[in-house]
T-cell receptor, first 113, second 115 residues
Framework: QQQVKQSPQSLIVQKGGISIINCAYE??????FPWYQQFPGKGPALLIA?????SEKKEGRFTISFNKSAKQFSLHIMDSQPGDSATYFC????????????FGIGTKLQVIP | DVKVTQSSRYLVKRTGEKVFLECVQD?????MFWYRQDPGLGLRLIYF???????EKGDIPEGYSVSREKKERFSLILESASTNQTSMYLC??????????????FGAGTRLSVL
């Protein structure tokens, strides 16, 4: 059972465009939602994260939108650049206990000039 | 900078071999994790450890075991490698505490091929 569903699996965006990656979760106990970015040959690295008490978080060109009632959250990359080409994973965890992180399947983003 | 080092970038093993994947972190983190990454399946948790000599099963522990004798080192063991264990293996570490302190830091991965 996939607890965090991520779409699309691949995405091609022109330079300067907006990249949008969507995720949905099932477990209402999740209370922390990070996004990780992975470049080829590297391990994933934390990009941005949000907690469900806010509907939006912005860091530079990266914005997370969060809809608690719909159990959905999304990553928007504004003014996408070729250097943003990477695989992006959404994730969810529960703050207490072992804080095990559940990842989505990943989205391979390619930004073309 | 936090550093998570996986001992090998590439490994080729034969079916039935015992395989050891090693991971070392240099930030005194309490928690360490082993994931495997497969196309279309994302990152799946194999095992994790929240303290020395402590371990917990993740989502796909079958065919794997782990060892954590020292805080900085977490080993993944494939008792008898099989072809369906061909994958990218990622180690991660994380400090204790609540977000935003509990960031997971990943190693670069070990690509294992079992022939």
């Amino acid at each position: 059972q996939q607890q965090v569903k991520q779409s699309p699996q691949s995405l091609i965006v022109q330079k300067g465009g907006i990249s949008i990656i969507n995720c949905a979760y099932e477990n209402t106990a999740f209370d922390y939602f990070p996004w990780y970015q992975q470049f080829p040959g590297k391990g994933p690295a934390l990009l941005i994260a949000i907690r469900p008490d806010v509907s939006e978080k912005k860091e530079g060109r990266f914005t997370i939108s969060f809809n608690k009632s719909a159990k959905q959250f999304s990553l928007h990359i504004m003014d996408s650049q070729p250097g943003d080409s990477a695989t992006y994973f959404c994730a969810a965890s529960i703050e207490g206990g072992y804080q095990k992180v559940t990842f989505g399947i990943g989205t391979k983003l390619q930004v073309i000039p | 900078d936090v550093k998570v080092t996986q001992s090998s970038r590439y490994l080729v093993k034969r079916t039935g071999e015992k395989v050891f994947l090693e991971c070392v972190q240099d930030m005194d983190h309490e928690n360490m994790f082993w994931y495997r990454q497969d196309p279309g399946l994302g990152l799946r948790l194999i095992y994790f450890s929240y303290d020395v000599k402590m371990k917990e099963k993740g989502d796909i522990p079958e065919g794997y075991s782990v060892s954590r004798e020292k805080k900085e080192r977490f080993s993944l063991i494939l008792e008898s490698a099989s072809t369906n264990q061909t994958s990218m293996y990622l180690c991660a570490s994380r400090p204790g505490g609540a977000p935003p302190k509990n960031i997971q830091y990943f190693g670069a991965g070990t690509r294992l091929s079992v022939l």
